[in-house]
């Protein structure tokens, strides 16, 4: 399991801001601060609640998520992070969607390994 935080460009469909994102691969799904969401897009309705555990042991039922595209080195990538109101981070980028856009961790380093990212994603 590891962490890495980046600041990059988060768009929605009400505005664009560079936000601090965590890069959590203990984390399955990537995860949006509710307020956060609503700031950026209209969050939709998911077709049946998803109970997530968080970091302290804590069940919480996620009821809503939404679409955003993080830049990536100048690539525009798709996510759709559940809603959960409390987080430590506006956003929190899952292993999930590490895996399916080819992003790895280089903790040694402290930073994103983007040597296989190539801006799609993998069909998985």
């Not at 990538?77 to 956003?91: A, G, M, N, R």
């Not at 080819?102 to 990212?117: C, G, H, N, Q, V």
């Amino acid at each position: 399991m590891g962490i890495i935080r980046e600041v990059l460009l988060v768009k929605g469909e009400k505005k664009e801001e560079r936000l601090t994102i965590l890069f959590d691969s203990g984390s399955a799904r990537s995860l949006i601060k509710s307020k956060t969401a609503e700031d950026f897009t209209i969050p939709r309705n998911l077709p049946a609640p998803i109970e997530v555990t968080v970091a302290n042991g804590q069940k919480v039922n996620c009821n809503f998520y939404c679409n955003l595209v993080v830049e990536i080195e100048g690539k525009n990538i798709v996510i759709q992070p559940l809603l959960i109101d409390d987080l430590p981070v506006p956003l929190v980028f899952g292993a999930l969607d590490m895996e399916a856009y080819m992003i790895k961790l280089d903790l040694a380093r402290r930073k994103l390994d983007l040597s296989e990212f190539r801006g799609y994603m993998l069909a998985i």
